[in-house]
Nanobody, 127 residues
C-alpha cells in the first residue's frame, strides 16, 4: 500500500522547535519530489517547503525562510521538516505530499492532484 505518514506535531510555545517526519511506505521516496504544505483554519493551503526528486534542490516559502529546513533520509525513506523559532501564525495542519512527475518549481504551484498525500499532523504554537 502506497502511503505517507506524518508525525511530530504537537503543542509548542512561541520560539520553540519541532521536527516533523514524513515516512513513506510502498514506494521509494528519493524518486519523488516531496512537499510540505500547511493549512490553518479558514485559510487556503500553503506550500511551505519542498525537495526535488531530480537534484535535491529545495524550496522554502518566504514566510518560513530562515526558520524551517527540509531534509531527506533515504535510508529511512523519510523526509523531515525542522521548524525553529516557531510563531503563533505557524499554527496549522501540516501535510506532506509526493509526486514522481514534477520538481519543486511545479509542485509548489500546481499541487491539487499530487500522487500521494499524508493525513496531516497538527502543529499548535501557543503560550
Amino acid at each position: 500500500q502506497v502511503q505517507l505518514v506524518e508525525s511530530g506535531g504537537g503543542l509548542v510555545q512561541p520560539g520553540g522547535s519541532l521536527r516533523l517526519s514524513c515516512a513513506a511506505s510502498g514506494f521509494t521516496l528519493n524518486r519523488y519530489t516531496i512537499g510540505w504544505f500547511r493549512q490553518a483554519p479558514g485559510k487556503e493551503r500553503e506550500a511551505v517547503s519542498c525537495i526535488s526528486r531530480s537534484d535535491d534542490s529545495t524550496y522554502t516559502a518566504d514566510s518560513v525562510k530562515g526558520r524551517f529546513t527540509i531534509s531527506r533520509d533515504n535510508a529511512k525513506n523519510t523526509v523531515y521538516l525542522q521548524m525553529n523559532s516557531l510563531k503563533p501564525e505557524d499554527t496549522a495542519v501540516y501535510y506532506c505530499a509526493a509526486d514522481s512527475r514534477v520538481d519543486c518549481s511545479a509542485l509548489v504551484v500546481h499541487n491539487r492532484y499530487l500522487e500521494v498525500w499524508g493525513q496531516g499532523t497538527l502543529v499548535t504554537v501557543s503560550s
